[in-house]
């Protein structure tokens, strides 16, 4: 045996084993991730979504808003351009109304215009029903009476009387009506106009609910959900006073005939035709006085008188109406009994005519 030498056959060789994972467990743990991954992407998105919603839905609100908004200016120009047109003459246009309809509305103003036409005589002319008309003097010169209505005209001859005469007739007053008043030569003294405007209402989808627009006698009133009518356009009605110091009353109706709803779509087609332009006062007047009710809702017609008597109430509680000149109340300082002018004796034009277009699709 030499010395020295070690026999190892009876060691052990210890190994250190790597514990590996078989493949099918690593698969099912990049699995996890990836789902993991996908739901906070879509718990984000989700979250992102619901707060970006009400802004989202307020920018399409104000979109179709300003649709509805360009729509409307673009009718009341073609109104406008057709009114003034000949009679059966006009023009046809295609509009985008997507998330908007356009509906007649019937009936929506009333107005009555009365003045005289002449310094020597003061008629006052009532409706006592829809046939009988009650005509009063101050100095006995009526001698006629000429009552037109759409389709009828009636001539009768009135009593000279200090008191109220009653005449009757057959003309229907349903749409308008035209009543003058001569003397003994025929020249006209007093002349009276009823008549009865409708318009256009247009409807626009907003997320609350309905925003709508009524176009009536170039005037405009919108309402929002949940709001009131307001008026954001008056009808034409001008009062000026010139540089020679005589005054002038003018003022535009328009009469919007149609029936039904003009529907909506990409492409809808528009037809405005017109049924003739009438001129009712022309030239020098006395004793003006002209009326409106509105039956579009009851805040309407109020904000018109609020409007037109503005100065009044101003001068008024200033105290110094003696030298006012403007729309005045006709009697009650509310308007309800309609409007006049304060001229301070000075000449005043009364300028009145009518627009007739007929709208259909």
């Known amino acids: 045996m030499i010395r020295g030498c070690v026999h190892l056959v009876n060691r052990r060789t210890v190994r250190q084993t790597v514990l590996r994972r078989p493949d099918d467990e690593r698969a099912v743990s990049e699995v996890l991730g990836v789902v993991m991954l996908l739901a906070m992407v879509i718990t984000i998105m989700g979250g992102v979504w619901v707060f970006l919603n009400p802004y989202l839905s307020d920018f399409?609100?104000?979109?179709?808003?300003?649709?509805?908004?360009?729509?409307?200016?673009?009718?009341?120009?073609r109104l406008e351009v057709a009114g003034n047109a000949p009679e059966g003459t006009g023009f046809r246009n295609t509009l985008a109304i997507q998330s908007t309809a356009i509906r007649s509305v019937?009936?929506?103003?009333?107005?009555?215009?009365?003045?005289?036409?002449?310094d020597r005589e003061s008629i006052d002319l009532r409706h006592v029903n829809d046939t009988v008309v009650g005509v009063l003097a101050a100095n006995e010169t009526?001698?006629?009476?000429?009552?037109?209505?759409?389709?009828?005209?009636?001539?009768?001859?009135?009593?000279?009387?200090?008191?109220?005469?009653?005449?009757?007739h057959n003309a229907s007053a349903a749409h308008w009506m035209i009543v003058t008043v001569y003397d003994a030569d025929g020249q006209p003294l007093h002349q009276h106009v009823t008549w009865?405007?409708?318009?256009?209402?247009?409807?626009?989808?907003?997320?609350?609910?309905?925003?709508?627009i009524v176009l009536m006698n170039n005037a405009r009133a919108e309402r929002f959900p949940n709001?009131?009518?307001?008026?954001?356009?008056?009808?034409?009605?001008?009062?000026?006073?010139?540089?020679?110091?005589?005054?002038?009353?003018?003022?535009?109706?328009?009469?919007?005939?149609?029936?039904?709803?003009?529907?909506?779509?990409?492409?809808?087609g528009m037809q405005f035709v017109s049924q003739g332009p009438l001129t009712l006062f022309?030239?020098?007047?006395?004793?003006?006085?002209?009326?409106?009710?509105?039956?579009?809702?009851?805040?309407?017609?109020?904000?018109?008188h609020n409007n037109w008597l503005a100065d009044y109430t101003i001068e008024r509680s200033a105290g110094t109406l003696d030298t006012y000149i403007g729309f005045a109340p006709y009697e009650r300082a509310s308007g309800a009994d309609g409007f006049s002018v304060s001229s301070q004796q000075l000449p005043l034009y009364f300028e009145v005519d009518i627009q007739r277009v007929e709208v259909s699709r």
């Open 227 to 268: 709001g009131a009518w307001e008026v954001s356009a008056m009808p034409l009605v001008e009062f000026d006073r010139m540089a020679n110091d005589e005054l002038r009353l003018s003022m535009l109706l328009t009469d919007i005939v149609s029936n039904g709803s003009i529907g909506s779509g990409s492409n809808v």
């Open 142 to 168: 009526a001698r006629s009476i000429r009552v037109e209505s759409p389709g009828v005209t009636v001539e009768k001859t009135v009593p000279a009387s200090h008191l109220e005469v009653f005449i009757t």
């Open 196 to 212: 009865t405007l409708s318009g256009l209402q247009i409807t626009t989808s907003l997320g609350q609910g309905e925003h709508q």
């Open 106 to 118: 019937q009936n929506v103003e009333h107005w009555t215009i009365s003045a005289d036409l002449t």
């Open 60 to 77: 399409e609100d104000n979109t179709n808003w300003n649709s509805a908004t360009g729509l409307a200016d673009r009718i009341e120009d």
């Open 282 to 304: 022309s030239g020098q007047a006395y004793n003006v006085n002209f009326n409106v009710q509105n039956a579009l809702h009851d805040v309407i017609t109020p904000q018109y």
